[in-house]
């Protein structure tokens, strides 16, 4: 499977694992790419692997406030750039593909765990979770890509990158909490 053609299916991505790479798998149980998250990751960064180890594509956060998460294929090529919406993941977040193509993200406010992608007013793919919100694995995904726009590699990217930022706001939402109760 080429990791960088245009891709219409679905990919069921797994939540982080402590040690060792996560598989991303086709609907069928195929492991089609990995995703590699140091233990100790400045700005989030991510690496993404082919089903074999080698390295295909990274992202992660970058500027000031970290609200833009540029996905690179493994030459250093932008593949997309998603820049989240200041009310959060679950705003209206844009998506800018390499192609000047450019989408928009919409998520639930019910605990930013489902997401709809949009190219104007057509839904182009949703990212569903696959587990109960009060899972021990709550972030494990299924991202259905309805029209062939983006590449396994960039579909892998966004979906981690949504993730990552998901984790961000419920860590700075857990942070206000505690200063407010101390």
Known sequence: MDLAAPFEGTLLI????????????????????????????VRHAFDILDAAGGTVGHGGAVGFFRRRWPVRGADGTVLLEFTVAWTGPSGRSRILLNTGAELSLKGS????????????????AEIQPTT?????????????????????IAAVGLAQSIRNEVQASRNRAHQNTIHHHT
Do not use: C
């Open 132 to 152: 109960h919100a009060m899972s021990l694995r709550n972030d494990t995904y299924a991202f259905s890509l309805r029209t062939p726009l983006l590449s396994v």
């Open 14 to 41: 797994p939540e982080k694992i402590l040690a060792g790479d996560s598989p991303v798998t086709l609907d069928t149980g195929e492991t089609v790419a990995q995703i590699r998250r140091p233990f100790f990751a």
């Open 109 to 124: 406010w019910w605990m930013s765990r489902s997401f709809t992608v949009h190219h104007g007013d057509d839904l182009v």
